[in-house]
């Protein structure tokens, strides 16, 4: 039987995805075996939903990655594509629009893996505070960095958040901790029972985490959520 137009166009597509260097490229540091990495994109290509899923990852990705052309150093406008893949890859799992942001960011964490979210406590840290209360739940600090994407986004403030240097981080590799001192928001805006505004609070931070670090992660945690819909 003849294949429709469609189909065959279809067919030459997902071919030329299997082997798209630039695809490939940015699963190897995760897949780094090439039979293993190309099982998974053709498994990802067997449904829509899936498909959507890895391109969107890629593709958030690699404009968070570019942002240092825009402005180096601006940690905050890479943030708007990192939290927007994060956003993205849960609406596409769960088939809808229909849902907040924060809500399908956290959703997406929920499949992070426990190295990953220790790392992560033990990368962001309160700051200027006793040591009992420097770590923060890790629901804060998802709630931490989609501020800093909301603000960068509305244009308030993509200049106060900052993550760690990798040559920094790279160069002080013999201290116990060496970290940078920043800034987020934390807590809801809004109005209490009683009626009293309620703003969100400023706090300071200390990152020991780089943008790699960060990135690698999320793209981790996106591959997570991917066999998970297949």
């Not at 299997?18 to 994109?41: G, Q, Y």
């Not at 809500?103 to 893996?113: E, P, Q, T, V």
């Not at 709630?143 to 160069?171: C, Q």
């Not at 990135?215 to 591959?223: Q, S």
Request: charged share 30%; net charge positive.
């Amino acid at each position: 039987m003849k294949k429709s137009p469609w189909k065959a166009i279809d067919d030459m597509t997902k071919r030329a995805l299997v082997s798209d260097p630039d695809l490939n490229n940015f699963l190897t540091p995760f897949l780094p075996n090439k039979m293993d990495r190309r099982a998974f994109i053709r498994q990802c290509l067997r449904k829509l939903k899936t498909r959507r899923m890895l391109l969107r990852s890629q593709w958030y990705t690699e404009l968070a990655d570019r942002m240092h052309k825009v402005r180096e150093g601006r940690d905050g406008l890479r943030l708007i594509f990192l939290m927007g893949m994060a956003e993205g890859v849960t609406k596409q799992k769960l088939g809808t629009n229909h849902i907040g942001s924060l809500d399908a960011i956290l959703r997406f964490f929920r499949h992070i893996s426990p190295e990953d979210k220790t790392a992560v406590r033990r990368g962001i840290r309160r700051a200027l505070v006793s040591a009992r209360h420097h770590k923060l739940l890790f629901s804060s600090i998802v709630r931490i960095l989609y501020e800093v994407r909301n603000e960068a986004v509305h244009g308030e403030d993509f200049y106060s958040f900052s993550l760690l240097n990798p040559r920094e981080k790279k160069k002080h590799i013999e201290y116990m901790h060496f970290g940078l001192i920043t800034s987020g928001s934390l807590g809801k805006a809004g109005f209490t029972k009683r009626g009293n505004r309620r703003r969100k609070r400023r706090v300071a931070l200390d990152i020991s985490m780089t943008y790699p670090e960060l990135r690698n992660m999320m793209v981790r945690t996106a591959i997570a959520n991917i066999r998970d819909a297949m």
